[in-house]
Structure formats: C-alpha cells, structure tokens
C-alpha cells in the first residue's frame, strides 16, 4: 500500500528561525508532490508543489525534492507566528491523468514569539 | 471567484438517520473530490469525479455511503443510515483539468450521535 509518511510533531521553533518539515513517500514511481496548510478548524491551502529534484522557492517557502531518497520537505524561513498550523504532504503516485493523491497525517508546526 | 462551496457548514444527526452533504465546485473545473477527515485517520479520500463521472470509489467505506455529480456544478455525498463513527469532517475539492492542484471548500463538520 502506497504510504506518505510525516512526523506528527508538534514542531516548535522561536519566531524568525527556520523551521523544517519533512515527508517520505514509499513509491518509487510518483510523480508530483504537494505542501499544504491547514490551520486548525479550517480547510487544507496549497503552499507549494514540486515535480522536480532540487530546491523550489517561493518567498520564505522552500521545497525540496530527492527522489532517489524518496523525501521531500519544506523549509519556512523567518517563521512566524501566523505560520502555527498543521502542514500536510500529499503525492501523486502515478503519471497521466490520475489526479488521486496519497495524504500524510500531518505535522503541527507551533512558532512561539 | 466563489471558491468551492459546501452546504451545510456544521450537521448534527441522530444515528440511522439520512444524512446529505453537498458540495460546488469551482465553475469550469473538471475533477471533484469528496474527502473525509479525522484526527486518527487524517485526511481521506472517499471518490472523486471527472466530468461528472465516478472514476475512483474506492475510498467509500460501505454500502452506507454513496455519492452522485449529476452535473458539473453539484455533487452530493449520502450516507444511510448514519452511525456515530461516520462523525469526521466532510471535505470537497475541485481541480482543473490542466492542472493538479486541489481546492478545498470549507468542510462539512458532522457530528451522529
């Protein structure tokens, strides 16, 4: 069974450090890969997707991808308070026209001022 | 833009009793998808739809649970009869056919008692 992996946490960094959120993914195969936010009582957000190996950056956002690892994850920097939510990663393990993603459970991220 | 649209917001049931989510998707997007989630399991995908066909059922934990898109703006997701451990989170998102990203609405929060 296709399985995205992700520390629980909850991850707690000082406001303006860098926090650092990671996901592993068991196929091989998949193709393109997803950050989501989602505070809490609220709906899943898109921050970012990847396709590629390598960074992608996207203002204080940085994804990064290693497929040979099998992990991507998500780097905040300058962590603010209004960034204390749970971040979700999500892959889609098949090419073509499947749009079905695999979810992690999460990782709750708390920035303390 | 209206953004995905999910009726009713919050939805207290006896059990055994009928329950019916709806959900608009986002005008001019081809897929939509019908989620549950929870904290033990997280965020589950029940079906999704292209162009108003069922493509991905697969998700949908029992007979008790059935879901119809008779047009591209409306979908419903059923559940007769209801039981308590039904009681999660309803999410619907929708995707353009070009792209992967899903958009979520605001949830249905259900609760059978």
């Known amino acids: 069974q296709k399985e995205v992996e992700q520390n629980s946490g909850p991850l707690s960094v000082p406001e303006g450090a860098i926090a650092s959120l990671n996901c592993t993914y068991s196929?091989?195969?998949?193709?393109?890969f997803f950050w989501y936010r989602q505070y809490s009582g609220k709906s899943p957000e898109l921050i970012m997707f990847i396709y590629s190996n390598g960074d992608k950056e996207d203002g204080r956002f940085t994804a990064q991808l290693n497929k040979a690892s099998q992990y991507v994850s998500l780097l905040i920097r300058d962590s603010q308070p209004s960034d204390s939510a749970t971040y979700l990663c999500?892959?889609?393990?098949?090419?073509?026209?499947?749009?079905?993603?695999?979810w992690g459970l999460g990782t709750s991220l708390a920035v303390n001022p | 833009d209206a953004g995905v649209i999910q009726s009713p917001r919050h939805e207290v049931t006896e059990m055994g009793q009928e329950v019916t989510l709806r959900c608009k998707p986002i005008?001019?997007?081809?897929?939509l998808f019908w989620y549950r989630q929870t904290m033990m399991r997280g965020l589950e995908l029940l079906i999704y739809?292209?162009?108003?066909?069922?493509?991905?059922d697969s998700g949908m934990p029992e007979d008790r649970f059935s879901a119809k898109m008779p047009n591209a703006s409306f979908s419903t997701l059923k559940i007769q009869p209801s039981e308590p451990r039904d009681s999660a989170v309803y999410f619907c998102?929708?995707?353009?056919?070009?792209?992967?990203?899903?958009?979520f609405g605001p949830g249905t929060r259900l609760l059978v008692l």
């Open positions: 739809f292209n162009n108003n066909v069922p493509i991905d």
């Open positions: 005008s001019g997007h081809d897929y």
């Open positions: 196929d091989r195969g998949s193709q393109s």
């Open positions: 999500a892959v889609n393990p098949r090419v073509g026209n499947n749009r079905k993603l695999i």
């Open positions: 998102a929708s995707t353009p056919g070009s792209g992967e990203t899903q958009y």
